[in-house]
C-alpha cells in the first residue's frame, strides 16, 4: 500500500470503531514476537509493536511467497556450526531463553525441528535449560505461564 493508500484508508475508515482480532500465540510465535520487541525498543506496548511491525512489513515484503528464513534447509550435518550457536546464545546471554529463568542454557533447541528443516540459522535456535527444554518437547501446558525474554 502506498503513502497516499494508507492515508485514504485512514480517512475512509475514521469513526468506525477498531476491529478485535483475537490471536493465540504458539511458543515460536511468542519467541518471535519478543526477540522483536526487544529489537524496536522495550517500551513499547504490545500494540505498538505490532502496529510498526506490520508497516515495516508492508514496505519490505516485495515477494510474498518467501516465506523461507535464511539458512532454511542449507546444512547438510546435524551439528551447529559455532557461529550460529554463538549468536543464538548472544540473544540471550548464554540463559536459558524463558524470561524468568535465570538458568544457563543446558541444551540448544530448534524451533523447526532440525530433521524436518535443516536450518541451523540462529533465528531457529532457541537456548533452553533442561527443564524448560523438556517443557517445550512435552508440550506441558505449564509453559504457558512463561514468558520469553
Ligand atoms: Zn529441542
Ligand atoms: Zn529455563
Do not use: W
Not at 502506498?2 to 515460536?28: C, H
Not at 511468542?30 to 511491525?53: A, I, P
Not at 539458512?71 to 549468536?87: E, V
Amino acid at each position: 500500500m502506498s503513502k497516499g493508500a494508507v492515508e485514504q484508508f485512514v480517512k475512509d475508515e475514521r469513526g468506525k470503531t477498531d476491529e478485535v482480532v483475537k490471536i493465540e500465540l504458539d511458543l515460536e510465535m511468542q519467541f518471535l514476537f519478543h526477540q522483536l520487541k526487544k529489537k524496536l525498543g522495550n517500551g513499547l506496548s504490545n500494540k505498538e509493536t505490532l502496529r510498526k511491525l506490520l508497516r515495516q512489513l508492508t514496505e519490505n515484503i516485495k515477494e510474498p511467497n518467501s516465506k523461507k528464513i535464511p539458512g532454511d534447509g542449507n546444512y547438510k550435518s546435524r551439528y551447529i556450526p559455532i557461529n550460529n550457536k554463538r549468536m543464538a546464545l548472544q540473544q540471550t546471554s548464554g540463559k536459558c531463553s524463558f524470561e524468568r529463568c535465570t538458568k544457563p542454557h543446558d541444551h540448544i533447541h530448534h524451533i523447526s525441528p532440525y530433521s524436518e528443516s535443516k536450518n541451523h540459522h540462529p533465528k531457529n535456535l532457541m537456548p533452553l535449560c533442561k527443564e524448560h527444554h523438556e517443557l517445550v518437547h512435552n508440550k506441558d501446558p505449564l509453559y504457558l505461564k512463561y514468558r520469553l525474554r
